[in-house]
Each structure stands twice: as structure tokens, then as C-alpha cells.
């Protein structure tokens, strides 16, 4: 279910993300003032050059907050994440496929990795400063989307909800490798609707936030717009001629453009009748803070 092809781990494509390319194509860059350093993979963790590269951006951007994409294992080596935490103003996302070895293990296909994920944020949660937090995310694909609650559970139980910032519920992107498996882990937005609504509805109020990641407002009930972000690029995803009458359209994330060529576009509605009040959210990313009950 990566976004990634498999050519990426291929030695040609790796060399833009050879520190000394990083370095002359990042240097001084100019950014928005909510732009974030990201660091997203494969996985960044394994990178040869990974911490030369992270205290680079540090000491470039010091006041950015470093955002670390990763599938977790490598925080189960303790040494490992001590080092990590020697980085002020930094966001861990780690991903969690099941609420259990076999269930994430199918997944990732990696014997082991369910454990060595759960003691990477054990070890997270226990060593990280005020200035460091983390999220945890879960990608909602044909394999996972039945198991979301049991997944939240076991997150809760297991690590304890409040220590978290946030649980990410992220859609999955058709692309890379999850689209050359789009028939094993593709999946319509209508399917996994009332098992989204179903987990906002029983889990929102025990975490500390629960965020809907890569959801169209129309694809998910008014009451969960709230929890809607908008965290795709702008090069990734597109309007519908029909949104164009949509009263959400300056509020909606836009649909993934390899969603519409594999699954269509007809579940796509847009919105006409609009009673309900909505407060604006804190920014682009967050558009919508609450809505009244009407
Ligand atoms: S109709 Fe288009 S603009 Fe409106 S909510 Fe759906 S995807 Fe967004």
C-alpha cells in the first residue's frame, strides 16, 4: 500500500536523496509560514545518511517543526531513539496497520514488524521532551478498514491515549505500489464511510485529537467535517466540473487524481443545500473548526 514505486528503491533514484544533493537543492530555501520539514520515504529511518541529513535541517531551520514519516521499527533499538530525541521541535507519524502482529504483519509483510513498531513508540512516548510528539496513523485500505476500531482500541489500551497528540484515520493514496495492488487494497470511499463515522463517533472523545486525512467533504457526513484536513499537495488532486456548484468547494481537500482514473467519480456530490452555520478553522490545512447542529 505504499505511495511509492518500487523503482524508488532502485540506486538511479536514489540520488537526489543523497545528502550532498539534499543539501544544494535545500539550502536557504524560502518557505510558507506554515510549512513544515518533512521527512517522508520509503523510510526515512534507514536512510545511511539519516541523522548528518535531520541535524543539517536543524541547524538550517531552526525554528521549523521536523516531521518524521515512519514505519517505527527502527525507534525499537532504544540507542537509536535516544539519538533521535536529541532534536528539539520534532512530530514523529508513525504508522500502524492492525491491532495485532498477524493483522499488521499481513500488511507490511515483514515478519516482526507489529512488535518492533509498538516498542519504537513505547520508546517514543516514554523518552520524548515537551517539544516532540507524536502521531499515529492509520491508512484506511481494503485490508484495514473493518479492523479501525479494534485498532483504536488496542492504541488506547496500549499506549494510552492521552500521551499522543493525535490518531490520523488517513484515506489511502492509489498510487505507487498501492496502485499496482489497487485490487487487494484499493477500496471507494462509500465503503469505508460508516466504519470512518463509526470510529470518530466511539473514539474522538478518548484521544487527545483525531484527525480525517485525504477525505472530500462529500464523502464523509456533515457532523465529521471538523475533523477534516487538507494535506495533499496541490499537484495531486483535482476538481470535478459538478464542484464548481459545491458550497463546500473553498473548504474541500479536492480528490486524489489516481482515486477518479481507478475508482470513478461518481460518489462525488456536491453540496447545494448549506443550513448548517460553519466556523472557520485555524488554517488552509484545518478548514473547518466546528459546525452548528441546525
Ligand atoms: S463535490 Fe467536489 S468540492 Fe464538493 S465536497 Fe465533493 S469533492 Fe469537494
Redesign the pocket.
Same mark, same amino acid.
Given at each position: 500500500m505504499c505511495t511509492n514505486s518500487l523503482s524508488f528503491q532502485s540506486e538511479k533514484e536514489s540520488v537526489p536523496y543523497a545528502f550532498k544533493s539534499i543539501k544544494q537543492r535545500w539550502v536557504r530555501r524560502a518557505m510558507g509560514p506554515e510549512d513544515v520539514i518533512s521527512f517522508s520515504g520509503g523510510e526515512p529511518t534507514i536512510h545511511p545518511e539519516f541523522f548528518e541529513i535531520i541535524h543539517w535541517f536543524r541547524a538550517e531551520y531552526p525554528k521549523r517543526t521536523i516531521v518524521v514519516v515512519s514505519n517505527g521499527r527502527m525507534f525499537s533499538y532504544l540507542q537509536f531513539t535516544r539519538n533521535i530525541l536529541k532534536i528539539s521541535n520534532i512530530l514523529f507519524e508513525v504508522a500502524l496497520h492492525g491491532y495485532d502482529e498477524k493483522s499488521h504483519d499481513s500488511v507490511t509483510r515483514a515478519p516482526g514488524s507489529f512488535r518492533q513498531t509498538v516498542q519504537g513508540i513505547h520508546h517514543i512516548l516514554r523518552h520524548k521532551k515537551a517539544s516532540q510528539e507524536l502521531e499515529i496513523r492509520i491508512v484506511v485500505t481494503k485490508l484495514t478498514y473493518k479492523h479501525l476500531g479494534k485498532i483504536l482500541s488496542f492504541v488506547e489500551k496500549e499506549f494510552g491515549a492521552q500521551k499522543i497528540r493525535d490518531i490520523a484515520l488517513i484515506f489511502i493514496e492509489m498510487e505507487g505500489q498501492a496502485q499496482d495492488n489497487a485490487r487487494v487494497v484499493g477500496i471507494s470511499y462509500e465503503k469505508v464511510k460508516k466504519y470512518i463515522e463509526s470510529a470518530v463517533h466511539d473514539w474522538s472523545s478518548s484521544f487527545r485529537e483525531l484527525r480525517l486525512l485525504h477525505f472530500?467533504? !462529500?464523502?464523509i457526513p456533515q457532523i465529521l467535517w471538523p475533523y477534516a484536513w487538507r494535506t495533499l499537495r496541490e499537484e495531486e488532486v483535482t476538481?470535478?466540473s459538478? !464542484?464548481a456548484s459545491?458550497?463546500?468547494?473553498k473548504y !474541500?481537500?479536492?480528490?486524489h487524481k489516481d482515486y477518479i482514473s481507478i475508482m470513478g467519480k461518481g460518489e462525488?456530490?456536491?453540496?447545494r443545500n448549506m443550513k448548517k452555520k460553519i466556523e472557520k478553522g485555524i488554517s488552509f490545512y484545518k478548514p473547518i473548526k466546528s459546525i452548528s447542529r441546525g
Open positions: 472530500p467533504l !462529500c464523502t476538481f470535478l459538478r !464542484c459545491c458550497l463546500m468547494k !474541500c481537500l479536492g480528490i462525488f456530490k456536491p453540496v
